[in-house]
């Protein structure tokens, strides 16, 4: 983990309301790991000792950061007024990563909205190419198709309001993948809401199937000093069924058994 000022390269806005980061965070880059992510300190926000955690989307060997980020409150609009040449302090890798699959494994991603962002690098970097299950509400929160298929997945889509692909929620075309597979051994990865999560993982146990999963959680130190983002996992050390465990520190990528429901 390492902290410095990174200067923006570019910062569009690629889609509705998602926008494409580029920062050149050489101190960032040579170590990140598929799922880690990033924590901001956004330049000019009022309350700026806090940081803003992003998902590491993507990584060059030019010491080129990319991030891909909704514009959802205070912090994320300020950024999007950012232009290239202003200076952030970032923070990171921080987190546990996904693990690549094996050459005898099938990638099978799954994610709900802009988590494909945050299983981009591990699609790039699997040896074996899959697929990905994605889903959104709607067209405008599908991102990342044509990029998934450039690395040469296949892209099966969902949407709730039935604008694009399939109609219906992405835990509906994951059974219905399951039960079709002819894929032979899979490695399946998570990554969205935390509802499409836990679902996930009861179907993971139904199906017998390894999971690996990157939760998305509001965050406060990021280095897991606060506490400020648990969630439940089992504990195998004392009697109690459940301990906490910090989404910054002990994840975000945790394997779907460790999750207690
Ligand atoms: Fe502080 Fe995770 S954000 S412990």
Known sequence: MNTGKSEIISNE??????FKIQFNAPHITITAQPGQFVHVQITTLYDKILRR?????DVNDNGILTLIYKVVGKGTKILSTLSSGTFCDILGPLGTPYSLPGIDEYPVIVAGGYGAA???ILAKRSERKGVLLLGARSTKDLILIEEYKQLGFDVKVTTEDGSYGLKGLITSLLESYFDTN???KIKLYGCGPNPMMLAMVRMATKYNQKLQLSFDHEMCCGIGACYACVIKVKDSETDNPWKYARTCKDGPVF???EIFI
Do not use: R
Request: proline share 5%.
């Open 118 to 120: 945050a299983t981009y």
């Open 53 to 57: 955690p992003f998902s590491i989307f």
């Open 255 to 257: 394997n779907s058994d």
């Open 182 to 184: 002819d894929n032979g």
């Open 13 to 18: 806005n690629f889609s509705t309301d998602y």
